[in-house]
């Protein structure tokens, strides 16, 4: 069969004109595409540095939490304009959303405890129950606070050890904060025998809190807090800051004995069968 030149003619024009029509249209959506990535890049930068900056004007807001809300701001306007780009090209941007929504819930529920570790570390920061810094305990957690993370706080106990704990561990627990108030009550108590005078043992004890450390409001006391049937034991009962409470503690306990072995005030020797028993144990 013969060919018509003039059909063959026509239909390449045709297809020439249709392919320039498609190259027209994807320029088009490419010119778009490129400025939308760009002005959306931009303003996710600007976005982020002013939601950083706005966030920093709140006293007291941390830092750790105002860079996680920026950042969040940032990659979130990201996956915006990437989905508007995509719809640029002709791609349903409904399907796009219900995949990305799909894949959202998949990485939430394998990453389930993680995110439970965020969502406490963000109240962590929020509610601040601790700071770097001070001294708290959580259920068997204790130790000074290093880092506030997202995920983990950092801690370093009395003894020097390194101890990591999940948020979710600390968020779903009492805390005790041995630092906020500032100051702290402390106990001295010394046991004596009953033939000392009491009343002597218990102006003793209120001499040792005039340490410099010991604070004047509350004022501290001397009572008696038990009684034996040949022992009696004496508290001081003082108020010291926070920071100062375990050295004021160790020197008023051994400033109270040596008092009391100043002013003849004697401990009650143990009884003669615990003698006899520590001597056998310590010759074995």
Avoid: C
């Avoid at 807001?61 to 304009?81: M, Q």
């Amino acid at each position: 069969m013969p060919i018509d030149p003039q059909s063959t003619l026509l239909s390449v024009q045709a297809a020439l004109a249709q392919l320039s029509t498609l190259i027209v249209s994807y320029s088009f959506s490419a010119i778009g595409a490129v400025v939308l990535l760009v002005g959306g890049y931009i303003i996710a930068g600007l976005a982020e540095r002013s939601i950083f900056a706005g966030l920093g004007h709140i006293h007291g807001f941390d830092a750790t939490l105002r860079h996680f809300f920026s950042k969040i701001a940032r990659y979130t306007i990201l996956i915006l304009v990437v989905i508007m780009v995509l719809g640029q090209f002709g791609v349903q941007t409904a399907s796009i959303i219900a995949a990305i929504g799909a894949i959202g819930l998949a990485i939430g529920l394998a990453l389930q405890g993680t995110l439970q570790n965020i969502a406490a570390g963000i109240m962590l920061l929020a509610l601040r129950p601790f700071r770097i810094g001070e001294y708290a305990e959580v259920g068997a957690i204790s130790g000074t606070i290093e880092e506030i993370g997202l995920f983990a706080t950092r801690l370093r106990t009395v003894d020097g050890v390194y101890v990591l704990a999940p948020n979710s561990t600390l968020w779903n627990q009492p805390v005790r904060n041995y630092s906020r108030n500032g100051v702290r009550r402390s106990d001295v108590t010394l046991t004596i025998g009953s033939w000392n005078d009491i009343d002597l043992a218990q102006k003793t004890m209120l001499g040792v809190a005039t340490d410099r450390r010991v604070k004047r409001e509350p004022a501290p006391m001397a009572f008696v807090a038990t009684v034996g049937d040949s022992t009696v034991a004496i508290t001081l009962r003082y108020w010291t800051s926070a920071a100062d409470f375990f050295a004021t503690q160790i020197d008023l306990t051994k400033r109270a004995k040596q008092a009391f072995d100043a002013e003849g005030i004697s401990v009650p020797a143990p009884p003669p069968e615990t003698s006899r028993q520590e001597t056998s144990t310590t010759r074995q």
